[in-house]
């Protein structure tokens, strides 16, 4: 049975949008914290001397820890997206894709797509592409199991997280890092690569998905 491009079309559309919605809502809480964090060090209409040094502190650490929180949400969230899009191209492209999906037994849920697609397709993404996803999966999982705290995680568990930022950031110098037993991601780059990731992936099926008949 051919694909349904049209319900595809919607469908890659539809994803990209989403995927743009997280980008904006993470660029507006990054800027306004920037803001935040540069009004806090030079106050106007008001000498920075002024302003007691533990008063500073303490705002610049409200910003860190609030920042972070903010940047965990918005990666589970676009992790979350990763896994969809495979879904929903798999769902749309593979006809009986639900039980197709059951009789994968093994590996993760982006695993399981990853394989579909290769089986029921013949459509391959990059090891970069495919490597990504599944890190990004990792602190995903990391995140909502442990809250990012590696002194929390089993070692197994904690290993894999630390390998997987390492892995990351050979891309991304510096956005994924350890501070402490907390997963550290940087302000303005951890949440916009995952972001970057998924645009990249959206962009591959489509094309791989308008060569088919």
């Not at 949400?73 to 879904?87: D, I, K, P, Q, R």
């Not at 705290?149 to 891309?171: G, I, M, P, V, W």
Request: glycine share 6%; charged share 25%; net charge negative.
């Amino acid at each position: 049975m051919a694909v349904d491009k049209a319900q595809l079309s919607i469908v890659a559309a539809q994803v990209g949008i989403r995927a743009w919605n997280l980008h904006e809502c993470n660029a507006r809480f990054e800027n306004s914290l920037d803001d935040d964090t540069q009004a806090a060090i030079n106050p106007g209409g008001m000498a920075a001397e002024e302003i007691p040094k533990e008063v500073i502190d303490y705002l610049l650490h409200l910003d860190e820890s609030l920042g972070n929180a903010f940047r965990y949400g918005m990666l589970v969230a676009v992790a979350t997206l990763h896994v969809e899009t495979l879904a929903a191209y798999c769902r749309f492209g593979i006809i009986d894709y639900d039980s197709a999906l059951k009789s994968k037994k093994n590996g993760s849920d982006i695993a399981k797509h990853l394989e579909l697609l290769r089986e029921r397709l013949n459509i391959t993404l990059s090891s970069h592409l495919e490597q990504c996803l599944d890190d990004f999966r990792i602190l995903r999982n990391f995140i909502t199991h442990d809250w990012g705290n590696f002194s929390l995680a089993e070692a197994k568990e904690a290993l894999k997280a630390e390998e997987a930022c390492n892995r990351l950031n050979a891309f991304h110098s510096c956005a994924f890092g350890r501070l402490g037993d907390s997963l550290v991601l940087s302000d303005h780059g951890a949440v916009p690569f995952a972001i970057d990731i998924e645009h990249q992936l959206n962009e591959f099926l489509k094309d791989e998905f308008a060569k088919l008949p």
